[in-house]
């Protein structure tokens, strides 16, 4: 789903105008994109948290050469589906199938 497809959706199912659903969804983008800048976490309830960890320089090799390399201290972020999220992603999965694992 890409951004122009959320503002589709919350201007079909709210009835905000398509100016407004895109200036709200760009709004809340923004304020996600500023606290996890900020290093904080943001968790929506019901569908996951983002989290900024810190990674440690660490010895790496290049795949193609062998070459021994340093990789670079970064950030990285992670997702992490809430317990809602992931029951709702296997339920969608055996309807599609039709049949649920047995214990």
Known sequence: MTKAEIVEQIYERVGFSKKEAAELVEKV????K???SE???V???GFGNFVVR???ARKGRNPQTGQEIL???RKVLTFKPSLVLKNL???SEHDETGSEEQP
């Open 54 to 56: 810190h990674k440690n």
């Open 89 to 91: 992603l296997n339920e």
């Open 34 to 36: 500023d606290t996890l």
């Open 29 to 32: 983008f923004e304020i996600i």
């Open 71 to 73: 990789l670079e201290e």
């Open 43 to 45: 968790k929506i309830s």
């Open 39 to 41: 290093g904080e976490k």
